[in-house]
């Protein structure tokens, strides 16, 4: 029971572990020679306490792996707040180079339930914060299902090409070519999707302006916070990707009106909402974690026939978006977008979370550190390079037995999986 106990603490409240069957052997290795000699170690899964090697499941939504998440929100939390203010092999010095929060919203499909600045709705109620039509159309017949479905399919492809205009829009306040401006400067930026309530993805990203290395290298004298939020207005008003033709319908897709460029200036914000590096770190990590099914009532995982949606709890809403997706996932000119395989994402198939490579840490390597941690913690050591591990393993299954989940809610809570994360 003590070694059943002490595996499962090692989940770290993990409530779908991945199981595997298999082994770990270490060898003796002669440097020299490269032969392999005796057997040093030797572990295998049926004579582990719960007859499996069990692995956390590393799964980012709250829905599926509160635990798992908590630990996702916390690396992303400390990988955006590295590339704000330093720290986790970043250069300190990034804190002084532009930098802005930007948020990009999609067009609108039709009209919906919301709560206007007036305080009255189109439909003349006044909705409440947590009220459940927020987000649904006012008129579900009139809704362009299709383009909003389609607009997530291809939210991913649309801020490639933002991207790239804005280092053409950059350049060109510079006075500088595309291929020089590489030379003088480059554009480093992590981003989130997260869902509106009415289905539509749209991202959130710290965008920051660096010398030509990177981080490491101070931005030229004319790269200021201004120049970069008026080069990303430009480039988001223009960046267009041409979809499909649908019944002689022609698509093409851009952001909606309502952008907003904040800088970022750490604590000595001045403006009417304190936007510090730790509050835009915190926002992007708390959106890191979510799916659409927090916003729209939809799900958190795949369906393999369209039946299953009968037996599901959904909103009407989330409902027609999913059936929608189905539908165009039917058709062979729209084969490339896998709707059907993302309908459950209402179409929207990319990451919810990315970075350029030079913004700063990335999430393997705080998992690396963190499991070195764990290691010296409990007083392991790192192979030797006068060791050769040799180990096999093959999937058996997921989640706890009755017993095992029962034992697992005794447990203390891990160390760091509650509360508000700190500066590490």
Known sequence: MPELLRQLSGLGGCTHPIRLDGHRTEHALDTTTGEIGAVLHRMTSDRLPAGHLLVRCNNRRTTRCPACAETYRRDTFHLITAGLRGGKGTPEDVAHHPRVFATFTAPGFGPVHNRPDSGRCRCGTEHP????ELGTPLDPDTYDYEVAVLWNAHAGALWRRFSIYLRREIAKRAGLSQRAFRQHARVSFAKVAEYQRR??????????????????????AWATADMLADAIRAAAATARVTGPTLDGRKHTFAFGRQLDVRTIRGA????????????????????ATKGAETATGTLDRPIRFLAEL???????????????????????????????????????????????RH??????????????????????????????????????????????????????????????????
């Open 310 to 356: 009968a037996h599901l709890h959904l909103t009407d809403h989330a409902r027609r978006l999913i059936r929608t997706a189905w539908t165009l996932g039917a058709r062979k000119d729209l084969e490339h977008l896998r709707l059907r395989a993302w309908a459950h994402m209402l179409g929207f198939r990319g990451h919810f979370s990315t970075k350029t």
């Open 199 to 220: 289905g539509a993805v749209h991202f959130h990203a710290v965008i920051r302006l660096d010398g030509p290395d990177g981080g490491t290298t101070p931005p030229p």
């Open 129 to 132: 914060a947590d009220a459940p």
């Open 359 to 424: 913004y700063s840490t990335t999430l393997g390597a705080l998992r690396t550190a963190r499991a070195d941690y764990r290691r010296a913690q409990n007083g392991q050591q790192q192979p030797e390079e006068t060791t050769y591990v040799l180990s096999h393993w093959t999937f058996a299954g997921t989640g706890l037995t009755p017993a095992e989940t029962w034992l697992a809610t005794s447990l203390e809570p891990a160390p760091g999986t509650e509360g508000e994360p700190t500066h590490g």
């Open 268 to 287: 000595d914000f001045t403006g009417s909402a304190e936007l510090t590096d730790r509050a835009v770190a915190a926002y992007i990590a708390k959106y």
